[in-house]
Structures are given as C-alpha cells and as structure tokens.
C-alpha cells in the first residue's frame, strides 16, 4: 500500500468499507472480493481492503480486540509490541513520573498507543512514510499524541531544564524491509550493529534524556548492558520475546534479570545470592526433579537463580539443567520429574522403547553432542505411549557421562510443578 491508500482507508469511506466485510475467513476472501469489484470498488482499494481485514484477524491475539479496527502493515504487525507488553512499559514510564515519551521508531503505533492510554503525550517518530500513515491511524482520537515522518538520528530532543519529565522509547527495527527469508517472511536481523535505529543512536538518546527505555531482540549480548542500566528479558506464554534496557529513572535494579508471563501474571527472577548453590554436577537418580528453565532464563544467563530459588544445582556446569531432591514450584523453569537415567546409547534406548511400549517420542536437546532427529529414527519408538527424554550431560563423580533422561511433568498439586 502507498499513503493515499492508507489515508483514504482511514477516512469516512475506507472506514465505512471495511465495516461492510465480514469476519476474514480464508476461504470466503477470494468470493468477498469478487462482489466487492461487481459493485464497482477499484481492484487496487478491494485488495487493499482485504490485507487489513485479514491482519485484522491475525492482529487480535497479539494486540487485543483493538486491532479489529487498526490498520496494519504485514511487517507492522510482525514488529508491533503484544498489547500488555506494551502496557507493562508504559506502565513503568508512568510510574517513574515521566509526561512526554519521544517513541523514536514507533511502527504501527502499538507501543505509543499504551503510552498514550497510560496517560502520557506522546511524540511518535517513523522512519517509513507508509508506516507513519497508519500509525497516524491508529493513534487518532487519542490526546497528546503527535506522529511525525522523521528519522530518529534528527529528532531534536529537548536539553537543559526542559529535560524534565521527558522520556524515550525505541524499538529499533530487527528487520530488513523488502527482504524476506526462505519462509516468506522479513528477514530478521540478529547482530545488535544491524538493528535501526542503530544502537549508537539509542545509547546517545538515553545520555541525553532522564527516563529511556529499549528493546531489543532476546540474544542481546550481556557485555553490551551498559553500567548502570537494567536489561530484562521477557518471556510470555514461553516465547522469550525481548531483552528490554531501562536507563535512568526507569531503572528499578542495575544489572541482569527476568520477566516471565505465566499465562496469568508477570515473575520477576532477580540474581539472588548463590554463594548457598552446590556446584553443578552430581548423581541424578529417579524421582528427583529436573528443571528447565524458560529460554529467557537462558538468555538472560539466570540459571543459578533457579538454582536458588528450588535449592537445586545445575546437572553439569552451563548445561542449563537445575537438579533438586524436590524443588518448590517456580514460574521460571518447568518442572520435570526424572523417571529413569539411561545411557544415551541406541542400544540402550531402543531397549528401554520396545520394553515400555514407547511410540511419540519428544526430545530435548541441551549440552548433548547428538543429533536428536538420528537418534530418534535409530531407536525406532513403535509403541503405543507417550514419552519424553531429556538428551544432556551429567557430571557424576565418575566423570561426565552423556545420558537420556526418562522424565514427565511433575505430579500436580506437587511442589515444583508449573
Ligand atoms: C520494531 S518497529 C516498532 C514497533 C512499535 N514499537 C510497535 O509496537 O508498533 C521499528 C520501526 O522503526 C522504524 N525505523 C527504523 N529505523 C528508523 C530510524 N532511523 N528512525 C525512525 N524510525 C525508524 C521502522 O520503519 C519500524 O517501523
């Protein structure tokens, strides 16, 4: 889509047109189109129409019942924050006393809205003028809030006295626009010098104002956290979405922690004291709990404060593994209990399959050299029951020994099951 599209989607007659159609459906898109070019819409306006009802559709679960009525961009949506993340931070700006938020690379518009609907006014900046167009959409009807075509590099940010209770959001761009990867989809960018606005940028915004905060994607290299600032990685429903770097007055604790959503609320995992924590490695025996921890956990380099948090150790050292005798519940690894430890050897398994009717066969990787996929079509599962092996390293007293871990989900209403 260009401007003019998105500008007359937004108007009267756009608005009016997409409140004809029906809730997207696949199947009936193709027949909706064609009635809409009998009744003499423009081909172009009909498709344009289309892409929004059905992004639309795909929007609600991450942006709410809201985005029944946004318009979207493909890639706007794929970068667009989920609404109660985005809630979350603009939460945190509001708490910390900042008015007004330069949201410098502000997409669609999803993050300035919640900013705006926590009550701040809103500067939102957007490279793309198309993007700007829609987020200017969006983001109509909501107070304070300006949305300007501009480059975050030239925005002139305010110094001095009128500093105060100014802040900053970014959410560089991990994209690369117009280039798409094997499935389809924007190619994403991993390396911190690819992102856009680029992080000399977002680091020069947070000397200058009292309250910023950044996101930035969850492999976000740990020696980059600058002193003084806060990096949270976040994980919601599993997924760990985001490493987030508050400076400022929205640092509530310097250094390293996590954020994991459990489907009902948010967890802060701080570092905690390990000077308690055994040393990684040890006997693992039946019955014992094996803990795994949420990838932001991982990212965020926090096993040893699950470690602390379940009084438990790590299986062998950077295996990403907390062993304990029968570790309370945490929201920040699942809970397995082991049910055997077998050797990883395809002899072995495929014994331990064919004498425990073993056939769907789910297996986890970490800190094992074994090709998983191999493994599984040596061992040859045709049973009838489910099972799960934990592939990993141990360090017994003996030495390290690769070993497959027989386990299943911690017995309900057990201490340590999520
Ligand atoms: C990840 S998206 C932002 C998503 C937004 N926070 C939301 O929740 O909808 C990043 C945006 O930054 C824009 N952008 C990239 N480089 C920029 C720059 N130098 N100045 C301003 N905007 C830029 C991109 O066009 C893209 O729309």
Redesign the pocket.
């Known amino acids: 889509v260009d401007v003019h599209t998105v500008d007359w989607l937004a108007g009267p007659e756009g608005a009016a047109l997409l409140a004809t159609l029906p809730p997207y459906e696949e199947g009936r898109a193709l027949a909706v189109g064609e009635r809409l070019r009998r009744d003499g819409v423009d081909p172009a306006v009909v498709a344009a129409a289309l892409t929004q009802s059905r992004l639309r559709a795909r929007g609600v679960t991450k942006l709410g019942p809201e985005a029944a009525t946004m318009l979207l961009t493909p890639?706007?949506l794929e970068?667009?924050?989920r609404a109660d993340v985005?809630a979350l931070h603009a939460a945190r700006f509001a708490a910390a006393g900042v008015r007004h938020v330069w949201?410098?690379?502000?997409?669609?518009?999803?993050?300035?809205r919640a900013l705006a609907d926590a009550g701040l006014s809103v500067t939102a900046?957007?490279?793309?003028p198309v993007?700007a167009a829609v987020a200017r959409a969006n983001l109509a009807g909501r107070r304070g809030v300006r949305v300007v075509v501009?480059?975050?590099?030239e925005v002139v940010l305010p110094g001095g006295a009128g500093r105060a209770g100014q802040g900053a959001w970014l959410?560089?761009?991990?994209r690369v626009?117009g280039v798409a990867d094997a499935r389809g989809r924007t190619r994403r960018v991993f390396r911190l010098s690819e992102v856009?606005?680029p992080w000399e940028?977002v680091q020069g915004v947070a000397a200058r104002l009292p309250a910023v905060g950044a996101?930035f994607g969850p492999g976000f290299p740990h020696h980059e956290v600058p002193d003084g600032a806060q990096a949270t990685w976040l994980s919601y429903g599993g997924e760990a979405l985001e490493c987030t770097l508050w400076w400022g007055d929205l640092v509530e604790r310097p250094g390293r922690d996590v954020l994991v959503h459990d489907g009902t609320r948010w967890h802060i995992l701080a570092p905690a004291d390990s000077s308690g924590v055994p040393e990684a490695g040890g006997e693992v025996r039946p019955g014992d709990r094996l803990h795994d921890p949420d990838r932001a956990v991982l990212a965020a380099g926090l096993v040893g404060a699950v470690c602390a948090a379940v009084g438990g150790r790590e299986s062998a050292p950077g295996s990403g593994y907390v062993v304990s005798r029968d570790g309370r519940a945490t929201p920040w690894a699942r809970c397995l209990e082991v049910v055997e430890v077998l050797p990883l050897q395809v002899k072995a398994l495929r014994a331990w399959a064919r004498s425990h009717d073993v056939g769907p066969l789910t297996l986890k990787k970490r800190g094992a050299w074994v090709d998983a996929e191999a493994l599984r079509r040596q061992v040859r599962p045709r049973g009838s029951r489910e099972a799960t092996l934990v592939l990993t390293r141990l360090a017994r007293p003996s030495g390290p020994a690769a070993v497959a871990l027989w386990v299943r989900p911690c017995p309900d209403g057990s201490p340590g099951a999520r």
Do not use: Y
């Open positions: 890639d706007g970068q667009a924050s985005a949201d410098l690379g502000c997409g669609v518009g999803a993050d300035a900046v957007e490279a793309d993007t501009g480059r975050a590099e959410d560089p761009a991990r626009t856009s606005p940028v996101k």
